[in-house]
Each structure stands twice: as C-alpha cells, then as structure tokens.
C-alpha cells in the first residue's frame, strides 16, 4: 500500500526526495488483523494537525522511533474485522484518533477506537472532527463550562482548532470575539455569526476588543481560548474579568506565554492546560462522551467542517507548507490512494 513514511527529522514543507524527511513509500505492507477485536480500516481522508507538523519537525512532546508513518485522526470505511468484533461491520464508516499510521491506505485498530459516523455526514469531514472539535468541546463545555452570555474570546480563530472553538461557543450561547489576520480570514469568520472580529493586520487587540466591549456594555473576556501563545496571550490577559478560565491549547507562534501567578491570584483566573490525547489514557469514557456529541451535531447540522485544502500523499510537503505559512481556514485533509488531489477546495 502507499504510506507517508518520516525518515528523519526535519523540515516536511520541502519537496519530497529520497534525501527529504518524509518520503511517499509505495510498497508499504499492509497491516495485518492483530487480534480478534482488531478491525482494518480502509482510510477516507486524514486529518493534519499542527501537531504533526511538530513530531516530524521533532518538537512535540510524544516522540516516536524513526521511522514511522505519522497519525492524527481519520475516516474511512472498515475493510475486515477480526472474529470477535461485535460493535462495526464490513462497510460501516468509521472515524477515529491514531498516535501513528494514518497517513497511508489502510489502518488497524481496536474496535473499542471506532466511532460510527452517522448517516448524513460528509466521510472526510468526519475525519476532521475528533481532534480539532473534540480538543474544543472538552475545554469550552466541560473544563471552562462556558455559559450563555459569557464572552469568549478565541486566539487564532481561522485555524482549525480556532475555527471549532468559533462554532462551540456559539452552541453554547456565549458572544464570540474572534481573533485572526487578513481580510478573508475575517470575512470567513463574519459569515460564520461571530459576535466581533479582531483583524491583527489592521490594529492592537486590546483597544479593538475594548472598543467592542464598550458598545456592549460588556465588563470584559470571561473565557480566554489560546491556541496561539506568545505576545498574544499577554496582551489577551488584560482583557479579562475577575474570576475568568484561561484556556492553553497550544503554541502556534513558537512562543510559550509566561502567565504571571501573582495577577492569576488577585484575579481568581483559573488557568486550565488542555492536552486533547491524554484523555485517552486518563478519562476516555468522557472523550467517547465528547464525541458522540460532536458527530450528533455534525450529523443534524449545529455544526460544520471547512475543509481548506485536500492533498495527496504525494503532495504532503505542500500541505505541511501550508499549516506552517498559516494559509488555512479550517482544515487541511490528506487522502491515501490519490495521485493528486491539488490544493483544491471541498
């Protein structure tokens, strides 16, 4: 089968070579049914996260031995199953989470990892939602519990964690600031019904959002979603009211924030770290929980995916490119078994 395999660390974005860190095999073997409960998956559409782009560049905080093909969560369609699988059959379209190996044709996995996508649903959409949506359900409902009339505010608010922290919050009834940069970033987001937009080509956070406030005769950011970290998350933390929830996703600008404990304390901030894949060993009964909810509403319409860009395998390099040149609104997707799908719009 055709898999993504990284050789060596490195940059992805450059061309794909036999001297690059990731190369397309096209003989890689196919993964054999490991034990009863065991299902093959023939994969739809896989999802890029940051994160990836992160383990190949060899800075994200699980590192696997090289080489491997790398994982985030996927969709497809079961392929075989082993004899005691009692939960999916043959056809049954599926999504799911992988640590590894999703980048390539087929994948197996226990059964007890298998989501069964609802009728309705887009097959790569699904491939999309489990780690960016769910990383954003578990943060805005269950550790912020954001409320009705609460204001959100959301740091890089076109990306595809960003974008789920959008959508998640206008489910939840709460005004949206959304913070992103460029015209078509902010103009996705207006047609999406946030509350307010922060262009930062165009002006300082803080008089921005205040001067919105203002209007609202709102006090100030009950809960802060940062994906972003960095001089962001500083200015951020004065645009937020006595007893606020301090979401830290993730440091997309390279930079970790330094969040003072002293003003945390005189403020009542409550600081929550959020590391979406530890709840698979830690509370996985709950992140089952959070996505069954996720597909229900994906199902029935309460929430969307923007699909940015499609790719290949073998134009993986571009699609790593444009996750590091933050040109996507929403998610980049790459499917197996391609020769070439372009940087073309779903």
Same mark, same amino acid.
């Given at each position: 089968?055709?898999?993504l395999l990284?050789?060596?660390?490195?940059?992805?974005?450059v061309?794909?070579?036999?001297?690059?860190?990731?190369v397309?095999?096209?003989s890689?073997?196919v993964?054999a049914?490991?034990s009863?409960?065991s299902?093959?998956?023939?994969?739809a559409?896989?999802s890029l996260?940051?994160?990836?782009?992160l383990q190949?560049?060899?800075?994200?905080q699980?590192k696997?031995?090289?080489?491997?093909?790398?994982?985030s969560?996927?969709?497809?369609?079961?392929e075989s199953?082993?004899s005691?699988?009692?939960?999916?059959?043959?056809?049954?379209?599926v999504?799911s989470?992988?640590?590894?190996?999703?980048?390539c044709?087929?994948i197996?996995?226990d059964?007890k990892?298998?989501?069964l996508?609802p009728d309705?649903?887009?097959?790569?959409?699904?491939?999309?939602?489990?780690?960016?949506?769910?990383?954003s359900h578990?943060?805005?409902?269950?550790?912020a519990?954001l409320?009705?009339?609460?204001v959100l505010l959301?740091l890089?608010?076109?990306?595809g964690v960003g974008?789920?922290?959008v959508q998640?919050?206008?489910v939840?009834g709460?005004?949206?600031i959304?913070v992103?940069?460029g015209?078509e970033?902010?103009?996705?987001l207006q047609?999406?019904?946030?509350d307010?937009v922060?262009?930062?080509?165009?002006?300082n956070i803080i008089?921005?959002v205040?001067n919105f406030l203002?209007t609202?005769?709102?006090?100030?950011v009950d809960v802060?979603?940062d994906p972003?970290?960095g001089k962001l998350?500083?200015?951020?933390m004065?645009l *937020?009211? =006595?007893?606020?929830n301090?979401l +830290?996703i993730?440091?997309a /600008?390279?930079?970790i924030p330094v969040?003072? &404990? @002293?003003i945390?304390?005189?403020?009542n901030?409550t600081?929550h770290?959020?590391?979406?894949g530890s709840?698979k060993l830690?509370?996985?009964?709950?992140?089952?929980?959070?996505l069954?909810e996720? *597909?229900? =509403?994906?199902?029935?319409?309460? +929430?969307?995916?923007?699909? /940015?860009?499609s790719?290949?395998?073998?134009? &993986? @390099?571009l699609a790593?490119?444009?996750?590091?040149?933050?040109k996507v609104?929403?998610?980049?997707?790459?499917i197996?078994?391609s020769?070439s799908v372009?940087?073309?719009?779903?």
């Amino acid at each position: 089968m055709e898999a993504l395999l990284c050789t060596k660390l490195g940059d992805p974005t450059v061309a794909i070579s036999d001297s690059s860190p990731i190369v397309v095999s096209r003989s890689h073997p196919v993964p054999a049914i490991a034990s009863p409960t065991s299902v093959r998956v023939r994969i739809a559409a896989t999802s890029l996260n940051y994160a990836n782009y992160l383990q190949i560049l060899g800075r994200y905080q699980e590192k696997l031995p090289l080489p491997f093909v790398p994982g985030s969560d996927y969709s497809g369609v079961v392929e075989s199953v082993g004899s005691a699988v009692s939960t999916v059959k043959i056809g049954d379209k599926v999504c799911s989470l992988a640590t590894s190996d999703s980048f390539c044709e087929f994948i197996v996995t226990d059964e007890k990892e298998l989501f069964l996508v609802p009728d309705g649903c887009d097959l790569v959409a699904a491939g999309a939602l489990p780690v960016a949506y769910g990383t954003s359900h578990l943060a805005l409902v269950h550790r912020a519990q954001l409320k009705p009339g609460q204001v959100l505010l959301v740091l890089g608010a076109a990306g595809g964690v960003g974008l789920s922290a959008v959508q998640i919050g206008k489910v939840c009834g709460a005004i949206v600031i959304a913070v992103a940069r460029g015209d078509e970033k902010v103009r996705f987001l207006q047609s999406l019904g946030v509350d307010y937009v922060v262009d930062l080509s165009k002006g300082n956070i803080i008089e921005s959002v205040k001067n919105f406030l203002k209007t609202r005769n709102l006090k100030g950011v009950d809960v802060l979603y940062d994906p972003v970290g960095g001089k962001l998350t500083k200015e951020s933390m004065k645009l *937020l009211n =006595w007893g606020a929830n301090i979401l +830290i996703i993730g440091f997309a /600008s390279g930079e970790i924030p330094v969040i003072p &404990a @002293n003003i945390a304390l005189v403020k009542n901030w409550t600081v929550h770290g959020l590391y979406w894949g530890s709840y698979k060993l830690h509370n996985p009964q709950l992140l089952r929980d959070s996505l069954m909810e996720l *597909l229900s =509403w994906l199902s029935n319409g309460t +929430i969307s995916i923007h699909i /940015s860009h499609s790719y290949s395998l073998q134009e &993986a @390099n571009l699609a790593f490119g444009d996750i590091k040149d933050r040109k996507v609104i929403g998610k980049v997707m790459v499917i197996p078994g391609s020769s070439s799908v372009g940087r073309s719009k779903l």
